[in-house]
């Protein structure tokens, strides 16, 4: 059965970082693109990145490009989110989501339960 | 990039056939045939139910289908059922542009 469990979420201070993590179980992890995706409290999903299966593609939403990092460790079936000068509008749950490809480009199946980040003094 | 838009609310009674919309522009649901549907229960995460516009993950019932016309996608449950009550969004591949998926805003769908 394929997993993705998140972990790394917690209550920051504006201006600071976090690092979220996603570890994944049931599959191949290094044959498939990976992703995130966030859910303001009440709101919509939003795509914020996205990593190809040797990370020779990435992707990012134009709200975080530039403050956060997408990295995977396939040694590790692993993938991360390298979160930096976080602002109150990055208040969210964040979801690990599986691609169906290598290089992404399709649709997110299965997602994790996610982990909340919450940007707050 | 702007969110494909939906309707805010759909409703139906159980037995009916309910379709939700998907507006995007011809440099998301208008260029790929990528675009996929999920299903949000309160409190859970989101669950795959249509991708490449029509096509059904195993599992997920027959009574979900999915097509496209233009710039628009449409989602269409029929025989409405209490538990398709929950948050629908659609997704579509932008391309290589940021971002490179542009989410719905999302319908939430009401079994009277």
């Known amino acids: 059965e394929v997993q993705l469990v998140e972990s790394g979420g917690g209550l920051v201070q504006p201006g600071r970082s976090l690092r979220l993590s996603c570890a994944a179980s049931?599959?191949?992890?290094?044959?498939?693109?990976m992703h995130w995706v966030r859910q303001a409290p009440g709101k919509g999903l939003e795509w914020v990145s996205g990593?190809?299966?040797?990370?020779?593609?990435?992707g990012y939403a134009d709200s975080v490009k530039g403050r956060f990092t997408i990295s995977r460790d396939n040694a590790k079936n692993s993938l991360y989110l390298q979160m930096n000068s976080l602002r109150a509008e990055d208040t969210a749950l964040y979801y690990c989501a599986k691609d169906p490809s290598i290089f992404g480009g399709f649709w997110f199946d299965p997602w994790g339960q996610g982990t909340l980040v919450t940007v707050s003094s | 990039q702007s969110a494909l838009t939906q309707p805010a609310s759909v409703s139906g009674s159980p037995g009916q056939s309910i379709t939700i919309s998907c507006t995007g522009t011809?440099?998301?649901?208008?260029?790929?045939?990528?675009v996929s549907w999920y299903q949000q229960h309160p409190g859970k995460a989101p669950k795959l139910m249509i991708y490449e516009v029509s096509k059904r993950p195993s599992g997920v019932s027959n009574r979900f289908s999915g097509s496209k016309s233009g710039n628009t996608a449409s989602l269409t449950i029929s025989g409405l059922q209490a538990e398709d009550e929950a948050d629908y969004y659609c997704c579509s591949y932008a391309g290589s542009s940021t971002p490179n998926y542009v989410f719905g805003t999302g319908t939430k769908v009401t079994v009277l």
């Open positions: 011809s440099s998301d649901v208008g260029s790929y045939n990528l």
């Open positions: 049931g599959f191949t992890f290094d044959d498939y693109a």
């Open positions: 990593i190809s299966w040797n990370s020779g593609s990435i």
